[in-house]
């Protein structure tokens, strides 16, 4: 079935470093999404990206999905402590009601 | 503006017994998916209801069940628990029939199995 893979697992930086966060599927997706958890929290909805190659910026955050449709990254400029939590990209296979999540990757922040 | 509820926030079982978790999506969404979550693992889909219908299951087993009531809300029932159930449970809503649409989450319910 479907294999969404994220790495790294775990990302410690300094604040005011980059992130970055890579998904890979094992199928061709119709859609990307990512989604943000903080500790003890629930997965927040953050965007979605459909097209082939698209890029999107909200602030000090850019997402891509790659140009075959099964690897997107999530990369976060000039950390902020209020980055931390658990950031996770889900896809749908084409046609599929299942959203099917990676394992995540754990950002935590040194002031 | 309400968003998911979901009900009871934690719950502690044994071995054997059945649970039943409630949710009530946000307002205006009539698309309920459930997921179970293990410690430091991502969301698994468990099952997805749209018109009181089961649309799309995951790879759980039939003591995994649900239902979707008229007003869009649901259950889900999980039956002979086992240890491995231990879980953080979430509901999301969606709007829609269409899939691809953004997952809007509860607060889950933690359920201990002992």
């Given at each position: 079935g479907q294999q969404v893979m994220q790495?790294?697992?775990?990302?410690?930086?300094?604040?005011?470093?980059?992130?970055t966060t890579y998904c890979n599927s094992s199928t061709t997706l119709s859609n990307i999404q990512w989604y943000k958890q903080r500790p003890g929290g629930?997965?927040?909805f953050l965007i979605q990206?459909?097209?082939?190659?698209e890029v999107k910026k909200q602030k000090r955050l850019t997402f891509q999905f790659g140009e075959a449709k099964k690897n997107?990254?999530?990369?976060?400029t000039a950390t902020q402590t209020t980055d931390v939590g658990t950031y996770f990209c889900a896809g749908h296979?084409?046609?599929?009601?299942?959203?099917?999540?990676?394992?995540?990757?754990?950002?935590?922040?040194?002031? | 503006d309400a968003g998911?509820?979901?009900s009871p926030t934690h719950l502690i079982k044994t071995r054997g017994q059945q649970v039943t978790l409630r949710c009530s999506p946000k307002s205006g969404h009539d698309t309920v998916s459930w997921y179970q979550q293990a410690l430091g693992q991502?969301?698994?889909?468990?099952?997805?209801y749209y018109e009181e219908e089961e649309r799309q299951r995951g790879n759980f087993p039939d003591r995994f069940s649900g239902h979707q009531f008229p007003n869009y809300s649901s259950e889900l029932n999980v039956n002979a628990l086992l240890l491995g159930d231990s879980a953080l449970y979430l509901c999301a809503s969606s709007l829609g029939q269409v899939s691809n649409q953004p997952q809007?989450?509860?607060?889950g319910t933690r359920l201990s199995i002992l």
């Open positions: 790495i790294p697992q775990y990302q410690h930086v300094q604040e005011g470093e980059d992130f629930h997965p927040v990206l459909v097209k082939s190659g997107s990254s999530l990369h976060i296979s084409t046609g599929a009601q299942k959203l099917v999540f990676g394992q995540g990757t754990r950002l935590t922040i040194n002031p | 998911v509820t979901q991502g969301p698994q889909f468990i099952f997805q809007h989450f509860g607060d």
